[in-house]
């Protein structure tokens, strides 16, 4: 798979590298498929101010969430480490291990003022991770608040963010009357408080990390949006299926809940009306975001990240949830953008959500922590090579094990079932072809293997499943 070139015309530039430290600008979505941004062929939805990122940085086509899941995937980008390494682990979180440092806590040892805004789904608080200055904290810990009956725009009762309210650092002050739980509005309220913080511009360098919820569920049509997106304009995903061919290991997970067996395009359609609604209006968000930066003189030297905790299935092989190792899950909408990094390019070069702790220590010129396993990419950044990642690996409980070669081939693995899926995701990137039972000598030949390359990661990176075995 070769390198691929985009020549667009940045809409402003970049200088060149500047001797001070640069910026950090993080912008990171919830439940956000890569395939959801205007510039990247999604002629659907508009989202300009994530095109003005790819065209004047560098878009990763496949970067990669290892683990499916907000907790883990988040304190994976935290630590720098896989979560078997870091301690939490699963659906239920886990512990982190106590001799860590903490990407914020990396930051500002290195000098920088670090910013926390929005949601907070990790262990610990942003005090102590880390951050020195927090702004529009969500987290958990507003039950009180949340009155029974409460529904989506479908009138589907919500499960998700139930409770959660904004707060102060501590948990000790709560604010009810900014929502309780997601509310249509919730991406400007993260804007304004990332907004307030920008725009204090510090003399020292700044690392300023913004949680958007969207476009996670309970979903709404933000303010302003409505009947912008329509039903009957929504591209159904070209791998759509009414239901999952087996059990993938979370059937009867709360996101698979959301929508009703079996799938049907226009139950899709209706979902991805909405879905894209959110995006378009993070995406405004993100624009007054940038706006603050550049209006502090600082865009020049400000470093601009935005990706997403992981994908989404959306109706993709009849999956409604986030919870499997298909591409439109683990690969995640990726762009980087500032000062030295190339413009308006695209790079298949394979990287981890993990591996932006590293990178973003190289790029700030400091040390990388002992306690950090991820590696930088930084040398793909600045134009020096087109690869990272020779396999990429992706866990998720007990149900799921897989592998993903630079060549383009995949292999699934289904512990509880025995079972196996193999793609070649060149001539099948939709992943609709099944070549895991195939005779032919050579998917023989890539399967073992695959195979082997599995079994070899999960043995040296301590799989705790081999040890129940």
Known sequence: MKLFLCCATALFTYSSISAAPPNILFLLADDMRPD????????KIETPNLDRLVEKG???????????ICVVSRSEMLTGRLGWENGVTGLRGGKFRPDLTFWAEALRDGGYETWHVGKWHVGGRPSTRGYTGIAGMFGSGGGKYWK????????????????????????????????????????????????????????APWFCHVNFTAPHDPLFVPPGLEGKYKNPDMPVPGNFLPVHPFDHGNFDGR??????????????QDLLRVYYSAIDDMDAQIGRILEAVEKTGELDNTIVIFTSDHGMSCGSHGLRGKQN???????????????GISRGTRTEAQ???????????????????????????????????NLHHEDIYGYFTDTQRMVRSNEGWKLVFYPHIDRWQMFDL???????????????SRHREQFNLLRDKLDSWRKESGDPLLSKN
């Not at 529904?151 to 929502?179: A, N, V």
């Not at 190792?325 to 980087?336: A, K, L």
């Not at 990419?377 to 020096?384: D, I, T, W």
């Open 255 to 268: 996101d698979e809940a959301l929508l009703a067996w079996p799938r049907t395009e226009s139950a899709v």
């Open 148 to 203: 029974e009956g409460q529904t989506d725009w479908k009138g589907f009762p919500i499960t998700g963010y139930r409770g959660w309210i904004f707060r102060s650092d501590d948990g000790k002050t709560h604010f009810p009357e900014m929502g309780v739980g997601v509310t249509p509005d919730i991406s400007k309220k993260f804007a304004d408080a990332a907004v307030s913080l920008i725009e204090k511009n510090p003399d």
């Open 58 to 68: 560098m878009t990763f086509t496949r970067a990669t969430c290892s683990y499916p």
């Open 351 to 385: 990287v981890y959500l993990r591996d932006l702790y590293p990178t973003t220590c190289d790029l700030a010129g400091m040390d990388i922590p002992a306690s950090v396993t991820a590696s930088s990419f930084a040398p793909v950044l600045r134009g020096e090579t």
């Open 36 to 43: 959801c941004i205007a510039a990247l062929g999604n002629e």
């Open 325 to 339: 190792m298909y591409e439109h899950t683990i690969n995640v909408p990726f762009i980087v953008a500032g000062p």
């Open 426 to 440: 060149n001539s099948d990137p939709m992943e609709k072809n099944d070549l895991a039972n195939s005779p032919q």
